[in-house]
């Protein structure tokens, strides 16, 4: 579990690092200068999509229901995307929006989708696994050779 956290903490880390950067301003400041400001934007879905799955992966692994995981991962994703709109604010150069916050809640919650859809295709697939094993013998008839 620690290597786990060692790497929700340096990816949000990395998250925090990109949200104080000055545009123009120092190294971090120069790469954001690169991107346009649409696609700014629009790299808070998955940013911090990535981020409630990383969490929700984690709780899942540690025996946590479903539905718990996916609340923790999402609010865990939502207050540190309001954290880090706050130090955006205080940052020269940088402005806090709404308009991103919502673009954290969007990526958080297509993260718990995905979560959702693999809890389901895991169950289906371990159905379907054991019914191929209990089958493989009828399968298999007057296939081999003696």
């Not at 950067?21 to 991107?35: E, M």
């Not at 709780?59 to 609010?75: K, N, Q, T």
């Not at 673009?103 to 054991?130: E, P």
């Amino acid at each position: 579990m620690v290597p786990f956290l060692v790497v929700v903490a340096g990816y949000m880390m990395l998250l925090a690092v990109l949200a104080v950067a000055a545009p123009g301003i120092g190294f971090t400041g120069s790469l954001i200068d690169l991107v346009p400001g649409a696609w700014r934007d629009g790299a808070h879905v998955p940013a911090y999509g990535l981020l409630a799955w990383l969490v929700m992966l984690g709780l899942r692994r540690r025996g946590w229901p479903l539905s718990y995981a996916l609340l923790v991962g999402i609010a865990c994703a939502v207050v540190f995307g309001l954290w880090t709109e706050i130090a955006q604010g205080l940052t020269p150069g940088r402005e806090a929006s709404l308009h991103d916050l919502l673009n954290d809640l969007v990526g958080a919650m297509m993260a718990g989708t995905l979560m959702i859809w693999h809890h389901t295709t895991q169950f289906r697939w371990c159905a379907f696994a054991s019914t191929m094993r209990m089958n493989l013998c009828h399968l298999m008839k007057g296939t081999l050779r003696r």
